[in-house]
């Protein structure tokens, strides 16, 4: 599949003001009872945070803000591979250091034990996104009718079971998995002899100062999570529970944040000349192994669209949908989140893809229209 957007070329078309443009791509998604409710961050090259809230939002009514705690699933990957590399630069772990240097308490297959740091951090050692045995199987066919966590069955003794009978292929292609990261969070406990949630504090969200991302979100602010495409057999818009990730997931899809930390985390890997950590983030986004769709940094993807790289990564978790995009060159990033599953995330691509291309002018904010107000706001002000 080719990525593109077919529309006429910014010239030919007047430019919209950023509030409209966004006001565009959400309306039919809501009109289309897709998703009760989300919010949209926009990070441009002037130092403007702007978000924009519509619809159903938290746990006790309030609206949708710049800090509501959103689980952002497979979004946590691009944290752990923050971590990943400041451990790496600091020589407490290796790239080219294979998985029984990295985990020695596996039992492995001979093909598995030679698999890299690199190539689970690419995700391009052969993984599948997660176990296809029967206890999986089973707790996947729950989730469809109750929204129940299917990956509670993957704790240490179920990842090592799985890895016990693992034979990659001989030649693997970047394929998305969730053991690899899962994998990549207890050597990073290994490495380390220490826990990942206060390691992560410490080493990339402290520094950045993402005081609104953890492990442990808390019970203020909490985004309401509803049905969407998935749980399947579950009525869409009816409210759901989020999930408890076992500890040895907590490296692949275990954490909270909120729009305003997942722009501040965004744009700390737009300017690697701003410091040291963000020099290493910078080198996250570089792509591994070049190919049109889906080519691998750490943690993120680069798709490109008629020559525009968008370099991203999305997260599902029940009842919730995480995007977050950038794009290098113009120094823009866009976050948005969803408070439903959804496996339509290309607002996040559209809008970027419009503000590159010049179709939403992001340095004019007039009004358009009658247009509902949105949540506007500038750097990261912090809710009560």
């Known amino acids: 599949m080719t990525h593109q957007e077919a529309e006429p070329a910014a010239s030919a078309l007047p430019r919209e003001p950023l509030r409209a443009g966004v006001e565009r791509l959400v309306q039919p998604v809501l009109a289309g009872r897709e998703t009760p409710g989300l919010i949209v961050g926009v990070a441009t090259p002037d130092g403007r945070r702007q978000f924009f809230s519509y619809g159903v939002g938290e746990t006790d009514g309030a609206p949708l803000g710049p800090e509501t705690l959103f689980p952002i699933g497979s979004l946590t990957k691009g944290y752990t591979g923050a971590l990943l590399s400041v451990l790496v630069d600091e020589g407490c772990l290796r790239w080219d250091e294979t998985l029984a240097e990295l985990l020695p308490q596996l039992q492995l297959t001979p093909q598995a034990a030679r698999l890299t740091l690199l190539q689970l951090a690419t995700h391009s050692a052969g993984l599948p996104r997660q176990p296809t045995d029967l206890s999986l199987f089973t707790g996947l066919l729950r989730f469809t009718f109750t929204g129940s966590n299917f990956y509670e069955v993957l704790d240490a003794e179920g990842l090592a079971r799985f890895m016990a009978g693992f034979t990659p292929p001989p030649h693997p292609e970047p394929a998305y998995s969730n053991i690899g990261y899962a994998l990549i969070g207890m050597a990073i406990e290994t490495c380390t002899g220490r826990a990942f949630g206060p390691l992560l504090a410490e080493k990339v969200l402290a520094p950045l100062q993402l005081t609104h991302t953890g492990l442990e979100p808390g019970p203020a602010h909490r ?162």
């Not at 057999?233 to 692949?252: E, H, K, L, N, Y």
């Not at 986004?285 to 008629?306: C, H, N």
């Open 223 to 384: 985004a309401q999570g509803h049905a969407g495409d998935q749980p399947y057999f579950m009525s869409r818009g009816r409210p759901v529970a989020d999930w408890r990730f076992p500890a040895a997931m907590q490296g692949s899809a275990a954490l909270y944040s909120t729009a305003a930390d997942l722009l501040s985390f965004a744009v700390a890997h737009l300017d690697g000349d701003a410091g040291h950590l963000n020099s290493l983030l910078a080198d996250n986004l570089r792509v591994r192994t070049p190919r049109p769709e889906d080519a691998p940094g750490i943690a993120w993807v680069t798709d490109d669209f008629d020559g525009i790289p968008i370099t991203n990564q999305v997260g599902m978790a029940v009842g919730h949908t995480a995007y977050v995009g950038l794009h290098r060159d113009s120094r823009m990033a866009v976050v948005v989140l969803q408070t439903s599953f959804n496996w339509n995330f290309k607002i996040g691509h559209k809008l970027l893809l419009r503000l590159v291309r010049g179709r939403i002018a992001w340095a004019d904010v007039a009004e358009v229209g009658q247009l509902p107000a949105p949540i506007i706001a500038t750097g990261r002000p912090d809710r009560e």
